[in-house]
């Protein structure tokens, strides 16, 4: 996730393409789910993986198979795969007004604690995207697996600009 840094008025979509990034397509949802779900001004996303073109992106228990340091990339990743799903039901980027909460589960080898340091990644994503609107609540779990052996998983919950009527 490299890119110049975009001017402090820039729109999200701005700061994602000065990023040099794009939001990728939302996958199909591996069960009886939806990617995204919206209620009132707020847009709750199921959890995401880091998945780049509809391929998980790595494998593994976080401190034993995947090293901190990719792993906070990798929460990056997926918190970007949240973002677009949360575009799709919110009618696009720039309709997101800001990050409340994010979630990220770590999957992680026994002994290994550094789980915020790994879901920094996905705050940091945001922050770089939305502004002084990516700030957000946050929880950073451990957990002992994740959907088809990911390292991470990030859910998402934004505020959205009301639906023109």
Same mark, same amino acid.
């Given at each position: 996730?490299?890119?110049?840094?975009?001017a402090?008025?820039?729109?999200?979509?701005?700061?994602?393409?000065?990023?040099?990034?794009?939001?990728?397509?939302?996958p199909?949802?591996?069960?009886?789910?939806?990617?995204?779900?919206?209620?009132?001004?707020?847009?709750?996303?199921?959890?995401?993986?880091?998945?780049? =073109?509809?391929?998980?992106?790595?494998?593994?228990?976080? !401190?034993?198979?995947?090293?901190?340091?990719?792993?906070?990339?990798?929460?990056?990743?997926?918190?970007?795969?949240?973002?677009?799903?949360?575009?799709?039901?919110? !009618?696009?980027?720039?309709?997101?007004?800001?990050?409340?909460?994010?979630v990220?589960?770590?999957?992680?080898?026994?002994?290994?604690?550094?789980?915020? !340091?790994?879901? =920094? !990644?996905?705050?940091?994503?945001?922050?770089?995207?939305?502004? =002084?609107?990516?700030r957000?609540?946050?929880?950073?779990?451990?957990?002992?697996?994740?959907?088809?052996?990911?390292?991470?998983?990030?859910?998402?919950?934004?505020?959205?600009?009301?639906?023109?009527?």
């Amino acid at each position: 996730m490299s890119g110049v840094a975009p001017a402090s008025g820039a729109t999200a979509l701005e700061r994602l393409r000065a990023l040099g990034l794009t939001l990728p397509a939302v996958p199909s949802p591996a069960g009886s789910y939806v990617p995204a779900v919206r209620t009132g001004h707020l847009v709750f996303t199921a959890g995401q993986l880091p998945l780049v =073109d509809g391929e998980l992106a790595a494998t593994g228990l976080v !401190g034993l198979d995947v090293p901190p340091e990719r792993a906070r990339e990798l929460a990056a990743t997926a918190a970007l795969n949240a973002l677009a799903a949360a575009a799709q039901v919110a !009618g696009g980027l720039d309709r997101i007004l800001r990050a409340v909460k994010v979630v990220g589960y770590v999957a992680s080898a026994p002994g290994f604690t550094a789980q915020p !340091g790994v879901v =920094d !990644g996905a705050s940091e994503l945001l922050g770089r995207v939305l502004g =002084d609107a990516g700030r957000h609540a946050r929880s950073a779990v451990g957990v002992a697996s994740l959907p088809k052996g990911a390292p991470v998983e990030v859910e998402l919950i934004v505020a959205v600009q009301p639906r023109d009527e």
